[in-house]
């Protein structure tokens, strides 16, 4: 009775100290307010000026030279005719001058558009022309995906390249332009309701979507997690998630940069290099998605692991398998998981680093949070469950539900929604528990448990995480549907021992011969690596409703093992880089870890 009493009293101060603490950082962050994110960023360089604020591969860049490159930035849209509302999309890989981008083009209201630098084609081409970007800043890493959007581009935006072939001479261009900050008259009539970025999204309609994201909401994420980490000027935050990523570009950027902490920032996460990258830099905080931990809990044991200064992570996916094991192993003490997605007005955070909690909404709080609920959901319709007097059902202690945000005007409720405004009504829930009501789906089950915490349970509808990414299935099933030889395709995600999220998998019937090496490489070329299917499956004939739409939930469920499925399954084989036929000893193998995805 004592030990939990204690408990108790060690969980809820904690709870009500970071809770006081984040309402110093919050608190000014409000619809109505005139301080930008710009203007904040500002103020912080000019307390850093000298200290560095990033350190890359053998380079780093102080405060101040971030800012003089972002002044360089903003001269250049400038002399390039943009102006405040006006959209430039950042195509391109992990590197400081990725910030000095999107910092320069807010210094003057211009949007950035943060695109996935692992798109080509037909994709890249959408997000650039739903953004309705006049321009396009890239590297040279992504010469060859630029050329193959070109034919795909509907505005006909300038491209300009650090480094690359694929459009003029961007470094070049900005040592013309002046160093000094440009006139604040250039953002005086913003507030903070107005867009400051355009972050991508994966949803049903098969190809990403541009969601707007106002400088309440990116000033918000960016200041967050300063309190649970007690993040000061003395860290170093570690940064090995793409920067076009919310949870790496903005949370663990902002952390960084709002105190003068130094972010040490990565091209692309490495699990064999990571902890050797803490030891030498003295890393203190790091970033990171579920699938990371679990990377770095599949690599062989190093003095490394246990040699570094790393105090705390924070991030969101880590599951309950592995939480323990993690920090027990590595010895960092304090994991922050959250629960938010870059659209939604509903946001959670585990403050205590109870295992498998994605959050938690104290008793004493509950006001505070009154405008998250979750609703009993029925898996067959894919709509909530509503009772005899047409509202929404709430879902009971420990009953899985969905999780959704009253939509309201305050800068905790709102919601921007999405470019194409039928994007943003399809994930409006209306009349939910009163007549005239309107909530935001987030498409996520959860579940309450004792003391306030939240459990992630599982994504619904159509579209599954793999690789820490969304991956869309009907985005998948367009790219099979191209492939000669396949017929019809349906897409959905199973569960694959040892990793997080679901992998993609196809059940395809086809006409003809599938060649299945022409396969992999026509899929290759039209998704990012980590939607292309990770096992499909022959069928003789597709498997149908009754209003012929494709059965997923009994595919799924049966999985890819051939012994239970009558079909033909191939899988990626990542050790060949090919689909090979799965055979019970590998699916055995699969099952027993011995093949890393």
């Given amino acids: 009775m004592v030990m939990e009493m204690f408990d108790a009293v060690k969980r809820e101060w904690t709870a009500i100290n970071v809770l006081l603490r984040a309402k ?11 301080d930008l994110l710009a203007d904040d960023l500002e103020a912080a360089v000019d307390r850093h000026q000298g200290r560095v604020a990033f350190r890359f591969e053998d380079r780093q860049m102080s405060y101040g030279e971030l ?26 890989e992990n590197r400081p001058e990725y910030v000095a981008a999107w910092f320069g083009l807010t210094k003057i209201g211009v949007i950035p558009a943060l695109i996935n630098s692992n798109l080509s084609g037909e994709g890249l081409a959408h997000c650039i022309n739903i953004a309705g970007a006049k321009t396009v800043i890239t590297g040279e890493e992504q ?7 070109k034919p795909f581009l509907t505005g006909a ?3 300009w390249s650090l480094g690359g072939s694929a459009g003029e001479d961007l470094a070049a261009d900005l040592d013309h ?42 000033r918000s994420m960016m200041r967050t997690f300063i309190s649970p980490c007690n993040t000061t000027a003395k860290d170093k935050v570690y940064v090995t998630l793409p920067l076009y990523h919310a949870t790496g570009g903005l949370c663990g ?43 770095l809990i599949n690599q062989p044991e190093s003095a490394m692991e246990r040699a570094h200064k790393v105090r705390c992570g924070f991030g969101n996916g880590l599951r309950m398998d592995i939480w323990d094991d993690f920090r027990t192993r590595f010895g960092v003490g304090k994991m922050i998981e959250f629960y938010g997605s870059t659209e939604s007005n509903v946001k959670l955070m585990n403050f205590d680093g109870t295992p498998g909690a994605c959050g938690r909404i104290p008793p004493y709080a509950a006001k505070h949070f009154d405008h998250i ?16 007097d047409g509202l929404c059902q709430r879902a009971a202690m420990g009953e899985p539900g969905e999780a959704i945000g009253r939509i309201g005007e305050d800068a905790r409720t709102r919601i921007e929604g999405y470019n194409d405004p039928k994007d943003t009504e399809a994930k409006v829930l209306r009349d939910v528990f009163e007549k005239g009501d309107m909530w935001f789906r987030t498409g996520d089950l959860m579940r309450q448990g004792a003391h306030g915490y939240v459990y992630f349970v599982d994504r ?19 790219a099979l549907s191209q492939v000669p030889g396949v017929e019809t395709a349906n897409v959905y995600g199973v569960t694959v021992p040892g990793t997080e999220g679901k992998a993609g998998m196809a059940s395809v019937t086809v006409s003809g011969y599938l060649d299945y090496k022409d396969l992999f490489d026509r899929l290759s070329a039209r998704l990012p690596k980590y939607a292309v299917p990770v096992f499909i499956r022959e069928q003789q004939q597709a498997e149908t409703t009754g209003t012929f739409k494709y059965r997923k939930v009994d595919l799924a469920k049966q999985g890819f093992d051939p012994e239970a499925v009558e079909d033909p399954v191939w899988y990626h084989d990542p050790e060949t880089g090919e689909y090979v036929r799965l055979t019970p000893e590998e699916f055995r193998k699969i099952g027993n870890g011995g093949v890393r995805f």
């Fill in 253 to 295: 950027v902002g952390i960084a940069l709002y105190t003068g902490a130094e972010v040490i920032l990565r091209r692309k996460f490495s699990a064999s290099h990571f902890w050797e990258d803490c030891v030498r830099h003295g890393v203190t905080t790091f970033v990171y998605i579920g699938e990371l931990c679990r990377y």
């Fill in 373 to 388: 609920a979750f609703v009993r959901y029925d898996v067959e319709t894919g709509q909530p469950l509503r009772g005899e």
């Fill in 143 to 149: 010469d060859a995906q630029v050329e193959s959007a």
């Fill in 67 to 92: 800012d003089a490159m972002a002044n360089r930035v903003a001269h250049w849209a400038l002399s390039e005719g943009l102006a405040a509302g006006d959209c430039a999309a950042i195509f391109m």
């Fill in 460 to 478: 619904l509808g159509d579209t599954f995480r793999w690789k820490g990414e969304n991956v869309s299935t009907n985005e998948v099933a367009e």
């Fill in 177 to 218: 332009h002046s160093s000094d900050r440009p006139s604040r008259e250039l953002r005086a009539h913003l507030t903070n309701r107005d867009i400051c970025f355009y972050l991508y999204t994966s949803g049903t309609t098969g190809l990403p979507k541009a969601a707007k994201m106002s400088h309440a909401r990116v």
């Fill in 157 to 159: 935006p300038s491209v």
């Fill in 24 to 34: 110093k950082w919050l608190d000014p962050v409000t619809n109505e307010s005139a």
